[in-house]
């Protein structure tokens, strides 16, 4: 089993940065997949961004001039660092795990374990 903590969520201004967290714990986690979604109210959830256990990655054409991923192996955590927010920004940020393959994942059914969300809200 997999869990999923998410961290880092906030309130910035327009132009902002911010990091969002996702501590993953259990026995298999070395073999899961990583992505990054978010959600606002009444609105599906969107891809953002995946990384796979071999440090590879994608991003969703809407954020990959913006954003960006690393892994702390140390702490089990991967970030995701967004940079020059905008107010559509706004939203719930979820990460989410599936066990991985060599293939990507985009869509929020195809992943099994899903962290809490947290909160970003930018102002302009």
């Known amino acids: 089993q997999v869990q999923l903590v998410e961290s880092g969520g906030g309130k910035v201004q327009a132009g902002a940065s911010l990091i969002v967290s996702c501590e993953m714990s259990?026995?298999?986690?070395?073999?899961?997949?990583v992505g990054w979604f978010r959600q606002t109210p009444g609105k599906e959830r969107e891809f953002l961004a995946l990384?796979?256990?071999?440090?590879?990655?994608y991003f969703a054409d809407s954020v990959r001039d913006r954003f960006s991923m690393s892994r702390d192996n140390a702490k089990n955590t991967l970030s995701l660092q967004m940079n020059g927010l905008k107010p559509e920004d706004t939203a719930v940020y979820y990460c989410a795990a599936r066990y991985s393959s060599a293939l990507n994942y985009y869509r929020p059914q195809d992943y099994t374990h899903w962290g809490q969300g947290t909160q970003v809200t930018v102002s302009t």
């Open positions: 259990g026995r298999t986690r070395d073999n899961y997949l």
């Open positions: 990384i796979h256990p071999n440090g590879a990655t």
